[in-house]
């Protein structure tokens, strides 16, 4: 695996500080999961406005005010204020309408983990917006699936041991849920999912050690329940940050269930729903001309089109952008075949995420297109293609003999200002020097 290592973090927070002394903590905080901070005074162009008002008087029209200043400066940037738990609920009911309001003490890994999950939904959302653009403008539209979502009553699932929180829950969703299931442990809950499409599911308070932390892990996982939106309630705010260490990626506070989670879970839901079109959209084959319904890989065609548009993008916002080239051999030549080509691109679409996008450059040539992606993240996708091709037992169409393929990968970061053609060009001519593995097939 060949890849370039120079260090870009993964997005820009401009930070408002009520207190200098927060800032140490953001930093670190921040750091640690590879995203920079600094004052909005600092000239970045910022991917999310964080504003802390903990410890201090908190009014809307000071938040407005703040909100307002932030805006001017990063137009597109979403906004996250850090309030104190017990912060009056009108206040909060006030700063929602500016941005996503996280309550937070000292501990901040829930904090990290939710503007993670903000600047992954507005990926997805701004790839979508660019690839209609680049649709339309080849009249291929209307042979891809219509981004819409459904107005079926919200179901929601509410899991968890029976008290106070529970009751409180049931209360608040009951305005907004079509169906609301109440389950009260993780076997309940799995079977639940099974038989049954929910919007949201929402975890109450649990153990240390409860089962129930280990099942919202395996969620992440599964390929049907991967993007569910799920709510998970902490009794303490001391709990927040602890609950996202073990995979939760949305809060609430068991004393502010009655007030926000009906409005929470209705966001979540209506959220999730428009997610799962955007994906379906992303991930559709069809397209003549644009991808090959057999591979899943965009065409060249597409490619031009559509990549100097998100490289026009990504000089707009000053926003990373990285490639990721993989080649393909075999010692006998039989990764030339068109059976493999195409279960290769498949394998690699199925690695890659909803907005990166997968074209052929040549027969055994592929590249990965990534915004908002530094290049060390760029260098994770191209050891995951890397380390599924080469790992998958391909066969010979006419004796049926299982084979392996060799993968060279090259990830690198756009420079700005760079066209596409330029782009490919520049990674191909640092490929040609890598030395490909030799492998003999399995017997």
Known sequence: MNSDTIFSPRAQIACVLGEASALEALTTAFHRAGFAIAKPDAGISADIGLIDLRNQAVSPRKAKTIAGALRRKSPESPLVFLVDPSLDAAVRSALRRFGEVIPAHDQLDHVVVRCREILRLRNIAEETGERLKSLATLNRLVEFPVITTTNAQTRILIAGAPGPAAIAAVNAVGAIAGDATCVLNAGQAMRALEHDDFDCAIFLPTAENDPMLAFIRTLRRHPKHAHLAIIQIAEHPADLANY????????????????????????????????????????????????????????SLFLTEHANRVCARADQTGRALSLTLASLSDPHGQAS???????????????????????????????????????????????????????????????????????????????????????????????????????RSPR
């Open 244 to 299: 996202a260490r073990k995979g939760a990626r949305d809060f609430a506070l068991a004393q502010q269930i009655s007030v926000e989670l009906a409005s929470k879970a209705q966001l979540a839901s209506r959220r999730a729903r428009l997610m799962r079109s955007m994906r379906r959209f992303l991930n559709s084959c069809k397209g003549e001309g644009i991808r090959d319904a057999s591979s899943g890989a965009f065409t």
């Open 337 to 439: 075949t068109t059976q493999t080509l195409n279960h290769a691109a498949r394998l690699i679409n199925r690695v890659t995420r909803a907005e990166d996008m997968v074209a052929r450059i040549s027969r055994k040539k592929f590249i990965i297109l990534s915004p908002a992606t530094n290049v060390e993240d760029a260098t994770k996708i191209g050891l995951r293609i890397s380390g599924v091709l080469s790992n998958t037992a391909f066969r010979n169409e006419r004796t049926q003999k299982p084979y392996a393929i060799d993968v060279v990968t090259k990830s690198y970061s756009r420079t700005r200002g760079m066209c596409i053609e330029e782009c490919v060009a520049a990674g191909l001519k640092a490929m040609d020097g890598a030395a490909t593995p030799r492998r």
